[in-house]
């Protein structure tokens, strides 16, 4: 049964840092790209960041380039945010995405609140 589980979401005020975690299991973690995506109300879902398998490349969209920092572990099956200088622009429901070809998968999210 594939499972992609998010936690660390939670409220931050501005100008403050969290950090993500999607824990995966039921396939072979080391072989998919692995993605966060975030939701926003009425907004569509957007990628955040995106790291490969293999070497591990990373790229980011452009308002996270500098802030945020998408990692992986293999020996855990998991991948990590780091999220730093959060605004309350950065709101939102964040999804964990697995992808190897057509295949893909996805976390329920975590819910990521940035207010005073």
């Known amino acids: 049964q594939v499972q992609l589980v998010e936690s660390g979401g939670g409220l931050v005020q501005p100008g403050g840092s969290l950090r993500l975690s999607c824990a995966a299991s039921?396939?072979?973690?080391?072989?998919?790209?692995m993605s966060w995506y975030r939701q926003a109300p009425g907004k569509e879902r957007e990628l955040v960041a995106r790291?490969?398998?293999?070497?591990?490349?990373?790229n980011y969209a452009d308002s996270m380039k500098g802030r945020f920092t998408i990692s992986r572990d293999n020996s855990k099956n998991t991948v990590y945010l780091q999220m730093n200088s959060l605004n309350a622009e950065d709101t939102a429901v964040y999804y964990c995405?697995?992808?190897?070809?057509?295949?893909?998968?996805w976390g329920q999210g975590t819910q990521v609140t940035v207010s005073s």
């Open positions: 790291i490969s398998n293999g070497r591990g490349s990373t």
């Open positions: 995405n697995a992808k190897w070809f057509r295949i893909e998968y």
């Open positions: 039921g396939f072979t973690f080391s072989s998919y790209a």
